[in-house]
Nanobody
């Protein structure tokens, strides 16, 4: 079973920075895309940023220029550097991976449990 484990969440003041990390564990051959989504209570889960195995990244418009996504394919780890944080960035952030190839699966999608980011005024 593939598991995604997030770290780096917490409380930060507006204008500050945080870095999230997420590592996929299991007998993984490859992962197509990794990234981050976020969700606020009562709202839909929304894409924050993703990055392909080849390094192609896409970002939500409201985080462009502030957030940067990267990944280490050897470690099966994805990072999200968050700068100039705003109160509106407050949410539960979920790690995401798709196109996962393992010994027993052709492909799969996986989600982390989520980590809380709270940005105070």
């Amino acid at each position: 079973q593939v598991q995604l484990v997030e770290s780096g969440g917490g409380l930060v003041q507006a204008g500050g920075s945080l870095r999230l990390s997420c590592t996929a564990s299991g007998s993984i051959f490859s992962i197509s895309n990794m990234g981050w989504y976020r969700q606020t209570t009562g709202k839909e889960r929304e894409l924050v940023a993703t990055v392909s195995s080849g390094g192609a990244a896409n970002y939500a418009e409201n985080v462009k220029g502030r957030f940067a996504i990267s990944r280490d394919n050897v470690k099966n780890t994805v990072y999200l550097q968050m700068n100039s944080l705003k109160v509106d960035d407050t949410a539960v952030y979920y790690c995401y991976a798709d196109g996962i190839i393992t010994w027993i699966e052709l492909g799969a999608t996986s989600w982390g449990r989520g980590t809380q980011i709270t940005v105070s005024p």
